[in-house]
């Protein structure tokens, strides 16, 4: 049931993965980059990718059980509370039960937990709380395969930030599960001779994932378990609605429960 990508969308991943170099050289170079009308400092010297470790007992996690199979991830509430905590009150009141996966995207992501088999929110839910969720970005949270990232969903902006740039992104319900973009050799070398400082890219090419969605999206837990589930999700036989490449066949969440590592419920 897999797709393979078409030239068209292995050139856009090609120029996004271009895009993601020249941001990354920048962050470094000036060591800040705006976003919600903040400023995120970026200091190589303290960056701590949490996600190269193991969980630990009693981190909190997330298993979401889908009629594929299922996969669990450790959460980052001290990185992303805001979302982390609107994640797990949508979780424990079973929000997610019967949502569908929406978008398996070439191999590389699959967008799931919406209630309309298309992906769009439904009409009320736009501007409800748990769709209003400020964006948070950390230094340590990068979209490696595996990662967990809540979709955007609006931008709110001034005048002077639609002609200047800059406004207050927000995220919602909607998630995201990050599997990889190829990479091959020649983006490899292009990714290292591009950047002085390589740990954030050397991941990139050893463990897998999405190099365009860094500092993007927030990032909220980690796969540790049932990596091929994700693969999976993100490689069904799909075709665009003008959106999303929606699954030609229906895959639902079953369940999200959340528990804590160690325990009978996380493992």
Do not use: H
């Not at 993965?17 to 200091?43: G, H, P």
């Not at 020649?186 to 190099?211: C, N, Q, W």
């Amino acid at each position: 049931m897999k797709i393979k990508s078409s030239p068209a969308v292995r050139v856009i991943i090609i120029s996004a993965v271009v895009m993601f170099l020249l941001s990354l050289a920048l962050l470094f170079a000036a060591q800040v980059r705006e976003d919600n009308n903040r400023y995120i400092t970026i200091d190589p010297d303290t960056i701590d990718l949490v996600q190269l470790r193991s969980p630990e007992k009693g981190d909190p996690t997330a298993t979401v059980v889908t009629s594929l199979g299922q996969f669990s991830f450790v959460l980052y509430p001290d990185k992303s509370p805001k979302a982390v905590e609107n994640f797990i009150r949508l979780a424990e009141s079973g929000y997610y039960d019967d949502t569908f996966v929406f978008n398996s995207d070439s191999g590389v992501y699959a967008g799931m937990g919406s209630k309309e088999r298309s992906g769009e929110l439904a009409a009320d839910a736009a501007g409800s709380d748990c769709e209003r969720v400020p964006r948070e970005l950390s230094q340590d949270l990068w979209p490696f395969k595996g990662a967990v990232m809540m979709m955007n969903t609006s931008l709110d902006r001034t005048f002077s930030q639609k002609l200047l740039g800059g406004g207050e992104y927000y995220n919602g319900s909607r998630f995201i599960a990050a599997n990889t973009i190829e990479f091959t050799d020649d983006m490899k070398k292009e990714m290292l001779d591009a950047s002085d400082y390589t740990t954030i890219t050397d991941v990139f090419i050893e463990k897998g994932g999405i190099p365009n969605f860094s500092q993007q999206m927030t990032v909220i837990g980690q796969t540790y378990e049932g990596l091929e589930v994700v693969e999976a999700l993100s490689s069904l036989q799909a075709k665009s609605n003008g959106y999303y490449m929606n699954p030609d066949e229906d895959v639902k969440i079953i369940s999200v429960t959340i528990g804590e590592y160690g325990s009978s419920t996380a493992e």
